[in-house]
């Protein structure tokens, strides 16, 4: 299992910017664990994302889950993390 510091940087087109610190990346257990750190303009008071990959008949699936405060800001999160998954899925159905 590897935990590390690493951020990462993600900026939406309307403007919304937000930091992200890795907290899990476990290949064993297939799971990978961030924390949303800085999102502006507005403030965040706690973010967790998880992501599973578990087995599913002949392949995976990926379960996310997402536990953040303020509330309001679940949406936008939502938002950025589906569009970030559809881009994994797009990837893997052009080289599979």
């Known amino acids: 299992m590897a935990t590390f510091r690493a951020h990462r940087h993600l900026r ?7 930091k ?3 907290v899990t990346q476990d290949d064993e257990l297939r799971r990978f664990q961030y924390r949303f750190v800085v999102v502006t303009p507005q403030p965040i ?3 967790l994302g998880i992501i599973d990959v578990l087995p599913d008949g002949d392949g995976s699936r990926a379960v996310c889950s997402q536990e953040i405060l303020p509330e ?12 970030g998954i559809a881009g994994i899925a797009r990837c893997f159905a052009a080289h599979p």
């Open 20 to 22: 992200s610190l890795v």
């Open 12 to 18: 939406e087109p309307g403007g919304m910017a937000m």
């Open 72 to 83: 309001a800001l679940a949406p936008i999160v939502e938002g950025a993390v589906g569009e």
């Open 45 to 47: 008071d706690f973010h």
